[in-house]
């Protein structure tokens, strides 16, 4: 029996070794990975299986820490290379054989990636920086189809050459002027024999209570750099204007703190045509209110009275809206007519759950041009036409009305007796 329960264990143990998990999987990148690539795989799964983001959960933790490792294996280019000829097992040997790059603590790893200390510190007096506040403007038609996008903003980070030590060969040396609190009391003498005590930021190391004695060259020694970073935007259909999407700790970085959340507000270029075919359709100048959406339609005198006409409306996607009248179907000059489902996607936020797909209404408000200039030929054909019919049936408004032929005189001011 205690055998068989030590063969199981063993059973158990091999395949631990044998789930040690592929490192281009882990981080869910292709082999050919860039190390932007790789950069943005830690940054995004590093936040999502952090042990204080999932208190309790053993397999998170140990996810963390395999990434961490994945990471430093993968960003480094020897290491690389011994990984994708020998895997793990090579990886093993250049670490027994002292390979030149020494282990970080993922604690560690993280911290120079968001700042502070590695930690989120829920409630565990961890600073965390400002967030940062950013407008994206997309076109109406991206609100309509949804879509995957970038965008790049300019932040504050944390310097990678010195790991945001400021610090060019890794030293940073306690202030010997202040004892590293970065501030000195000094004794002031007020008058004979009265002194006053005075607290002051420390001359030597600017108050940082650390000095550095080679600064690093990238950073200057300020631990920080200003860059871009690129995001993947994701604009699903039916976003309302002006959403916020947050991007967790994505805001500037800096070594004492935790970097904060950086906020999208997506909101909607001017309409305009662009180059190609999808970017020209009518649906370019659709205006959006909420789930509806809003066109106006020019029809021809001839068109409002008589009827029979049809127009094809290239909606958001390219497909086709048809409006039509049939012959002596009026169309009152601005009319709206509502059509069902052709206004906006709704926003799965804002839909039940597993509720079937809903749309808004398009509203086509008709606007009747006369016209202003008439062939010869054709302006006697139609005066004609209505002298016949109104010496027929014709009718004086004014009379109908009973309206006066001239201008009525108001009694003079005053007079009234009350
Ligand atoms: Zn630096
Ligand atoms: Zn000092």
Redesign the pocket.
């Known amino acids: 029996m205690l055998l068989r329960l030590a063969f199981l264990l063993l059973g158990c143990l091999a395949l631990a070794v044998l789930a040690a998990e592929d490192y281009y999987k882990l981080l869910g990148i292709k082999k050919d990975a860039s190390e932007r690539e790789i950069k943005k795989a830690y940054r995004t799964l590093s936040k999502k299986y952090h042990p204080d983001k999932n208190p309790g959960n053993e397999e998170a933790s140990q996810k963390f820490v395999d990434i961490a490792d994945a990471y430093e294996v993968l960003i480094d280019e020897q290491t690389r290379k011994i990984y994708d000829q020998y895997g793990h097992e090579g990886i093993e040997q250049h670490k027994k054989g002292g390979g030149p790059r020494q282990h970080h603590d993922p604690f560690d790893l993280f911290s120079r990636f968001f700042g502070g200390s590695g930690h989120f510190g829920h409630g565990g007096g961890e600073r965390h920086g400002p967030n940062m506040e950013v407008r994206v403007a997309v076109p109406l038609r991206d609100f309509y189809n949804g879509r995957k996008t970038e965008f790049t903003v300019e932040k504050q980070a944390i ?10 060969d890794g030293h940073v040396e306690t202030c010997d002027m202040c004892g590293g609190r970065g501030i000195v009391i000094k004794r002031q003498q007020l008058a004979p024999g009265l002194f006053q005590q005075v607290q002051q930021h420390c001359d030597k190391c600017g108050g940082q209570g650390k000095t550095i004695k080679h ?11 200003r860059e871009p970073e690129t995001h993947e935007l994701h604009i699903e259909k039916g976003m309302p204007h002006g959403v916020r999407i947050t991007y967790e700790n994505e805001a500037d970085e800096s070594p004492d703190w935790v970097a904060g959340d950086l906020i999208v507000h997506l909101v909607e270029t001017d309409p305009a045509l662009g180059q190609q075919d999808h970017e020209r359709t009518d649906g370019t100048f659709f205006r959006r209110r909420g789930k509806d959406l809003f066109w106006r339609e020019v029809l021809s005198l001839r068109e409002a009275w008589m009827g029979d006409w049809t127009r094809n409306i290239t909606h958001l996607d390219g497909h086709i809206v048809q409006l039509s009248r049939k012959r002596g179907e009026v169309v009152q000059p601005n009319t709206v007519e509502i059509i069902k489902d052709e206004g906006m996607p709704i926003w799965h936020q804002q839909l039940e759950n597993n509720a079937e797909p809903q749309w808004g209404s398009l509203h086509v408000e008709y606007v009747v041009v006369l016209p202003d200039q008439m062939e010869k030929g054709m302006e006697k054909d139609f005066w004609g036409v209505w002298e016949k019919w109104r010496k027929k049936s014709g009718k004086v408004l004014d009379e109908e009305l009973g309206r006066p032929k001239e201008a009525i005189k108001m009694p003079e001011e005053g007079h009234d007796e009350l």
Request: include cysteine; hydrophobic fraction near 20%; proline fraction near 10%.
């Open positions: 310097c990678s050459a010195c790991e945001g030590t400021g610090s060019e600064p690093c060259p990238v950073c200057g020694g300020s631990r920080v750099v």
